[in-house]
C-alpha cells in the first residue's frame, strides 16, 4: 500500500492535513530536498510538492521524472501560481513533439 | 555517408544483406510504435493540459479561502481543528502497458473513519465559515489532483520513451541503414571487378598463348 504526501511551506500545505494526506512542512531548500529524498525512499507513490519549493529543486525532481514512483506532482502555493507545472508540460510536449502544439 | 570498413568478401556481403534487412525491418516496427506513442501521448497531454489548469484555479480558491479562514482564526485553534483528521487516503498502484511504456494506474482508497456524516474533523463552535468553505472545495479539488497524478506522471514518463524511441528511429534512417547500403554497394562493385579483372586476365593468356604457339 502506497502513501501520499505534501512537501511546501506550512501556511499553504496545513489544509491539506485536514482531509487525510500527510504533510510535511519545509523551509530550506536543503531541507526540502532530503524530504522529498526520504519520502521516495519511503513508499510514498504521489508526493505534491509546491512550486515555491519546487523552483529551487529542480535537479532533485528531474531525477525522479524517469522512474515509474514516485510521481512528484507541482502544485501551486497560496501565494498563487508560478506557472512552473504549466511550463513542465510544455517542456514535455517540446520533448515529445518537437514543437509546442498546445 | 562512410561506408563501413570491412573486407570486400562474399561472406562479408552475405552478413552485411542480412543485417540490412533486420535493419529495414526494425526501422519500420520502431516508427509505428513512435507513431502510436505519439498519437496516445497528444490525447493525454491535452487532457494532462486542461485538468491542470483546472485544479490550479481551484486549488487557488481553496488556499484563498483557506488563507481568510487563517487571518480570522487564532493559529493555535486552526492547527488544533485540524490535526486529527477524519479520514486517510492511501493508494493502491498498478502498472499499464502503454506501447511498452510502463505507465502507472493510481487507485486511491479514502477510507472515512467512522461515520459518513460531515468531513470536517472539528466541531462547529470555534471555527470560521471560511475554513469549512476552504475544506469543502478541498475535499472536492482532491479527486481531480489525484488524476492529475497519475496523467501528468504517465505523460513524463511517456514523453521520454518517445524521445528516445525517435532517437532510435532516427540513428536507423540516417546512419545505420545509408551506412549498410553503401558498403553493400562497394563490396558488389569490388567482386564485379575481381571478377572482370579476371576474365580480361585469361583472355590475355589465352591470346598470349595463341601468338606463342604461332611462333613455334
Do not use: W
Request: proline share 3%.
Amino acid at each position: 500500500m502506497y502513501k501520499i504526501a505534501v512537501v511546501g511551506d506550512k501556511d499553504s500545505v496545513l489544509a491539506f492535513k485536514a482531509i487525510g494526506v500527510e504533510v510535511f512542512p519545509v523551509i530550506e531548500t536543503e531541507e526540502a530536498r532530503k524530504t522529498i529524498d526520504r519520502l521516495a525512499s519511503n513508499n510514498y507513490a504521489v508526493i505534491f510538492v509546491t512550486e515555491q519549493v519546487a523552483k529551487d529543486l529542480d535537479e532533485t525532481i528531474e531525477r525522479y521524472n524517469r522512474a515509474l514512483l514516485p510521481a512528484i506532482i507541482l502544485i501551486p502555493s497560496n501565494q498563487g501560481s508560478l506557472n512552473i507545472g504549466l511550463q513542465r508540460i510544455k517542456d514535455n510536449v517540446e520533448k515529445a513533439v518537437g514543437v509546442n502544439i498546445l | 555517408m562512410a561506408k563501413l570498413n570491412v573486407n570486400p568478401t562474399r561472406m562479408e556481403l552475405t552478413t552485411l544483406k542480412k543485417r540490412f534487412s533486420t535493419a529495414k525491418r526494425g526501422h519500420k516496427l520502431l516508427k509505428d510504435k513512435q507513431d502510436e506513442l505519439m498519437r496516445r501521448f497528444i490525447d493525454m497531454i491535452k487532457e494532462n493540459n486542461e485538468l491542470r489548469k483546472a485544479v490550479e484555479e481551484e486549488l487557488g480558491a481553496s488556499f484563498k479561502d483557506f488563507l481568510m479562514a487563517s487571518a480570522v482564526m487564532s493559529t493555535e485553534y486552526l492547527e488544533e481543528s485540524i490535526i486529527f483528521p477524519k479520514e486517510r487516503i492511501s493508494l493502491d498502484v498498478k502498472t499499464k502497458n502503454i506501447m511498452s511504456v510502463n505507465v502507472p494506474v493510481m487507485e486511491f482508497k479514502r477510507e472515512m473513519e467512522g461515520d459518513e456524516g460531515s468531513i470536517y474533523p472539528y466541531g462547529f463552535a470555534n471555527t470560521s465559515a471560511e475554513l469549512d468553505g476552504a475544506l469543502e472545495r478541498l475535499y472536492n479539488v482532491l479527486p481531480k489532483l489525484l488524476m492529475l497524478a497519475e496523467v501528468e506522471k504517465s505523460c513524463q514518463l511517456m514523453a521520454d520513451e518517445i524521445e528516445k524511441t525517435r532517437r532510435r528511429v532516427n540513428a536507423l534512417e540516417y546512419m545505420t541503414i545509408p551506412q549498410l547500403q553503401e558498403t553493400i554497394k562497394y563490396i558488389k562493385m569490388k567482386l564485379d571487378e575481381n571478377e572482370r579483372g579476371n576474365i580480361t586476365r585469361l583472355m590475355k593468356i589465352k591470346s598470349m598463348m595463341q601468338e606463342q604457339e604461332q611462333n613455334q
